[in-house]
């Protein structure tokens, strides 16, 4: 399901790039509705059960996020400059953008060296979740042209800690 998706802001970044920072509320099988209560209240705003806002930042060319945007990034002239855009709905060449989310649990170099700030939690200082197994899942979201193709890993668990987690894993 596709829900409100916009292109926030753009941030001069090293290298003579801008970082283009997209959200778009996710609402994928795994995050439907599961309670009784949820289900009555679906038309209320209140009882909403969405996996929230996700983020995610593109790097691109100035130029040529001027050219496919339409945008003006002439006011941005040191690295760490922000312009708000709040475009709403963006396409590529008619094409609607969308945010798509993989799951893994392969982390690359980084996630793995700093897991407190790359694994997936139940909220920002949540408890870990992880598989039934106790790998730990590290969640990457991409912008992509056309309909996403989200992977995510539906048998979790919660660990209150990564050394619980890691004790989990090793058993």
Do not use: C
């Amino acid at each position: 399901m596709r829900n409100e998706w916009v292109l926030n802001s753009a941030r001069l970044v090293n290298g003579g790039k801008v970082s283009l920072e997209f959200t778009q509320e996710i609402t994928t099988e795994n995050s439907a509705p599961k309670n009784i209560l949820g289900m009555l209240n679906a038309s209320d705003e209140r009882f909403k059960q969405s996996g929230g806002k996700t983020y995610a930042w593109v790097s691109a060319v100035p130029a040529d996020a001027e050219a496919i945007f339409g945008l003006d990034l002439s006011s941005l002239e040191n690295v760490g400059d922000v312009l708000d855009l709040g475009i709403v709905e963006p396409s590529i060449q008619g094409k609607q953008l969308n945010i798509q989310v993989v799951e893994t649990t392969k982390g690359n170099e980084w996630e793995v060296a700093n897991i407190e700030k790359s694994a997936k939690r139940a909220g920002k200082d949540g408890d870990y979740i992880t598989t039934k197994d106790g790998e730990f899942i590290y969640r990457r979201a991409t912008v992509v042209a056309g309909e996403p193709q989200h992977k995510i890993i539906t048998e979790t668990v919660r660990a209150s800690t990564a050394d619980e987690a890691i004790e989990n894993a090793i058993g």
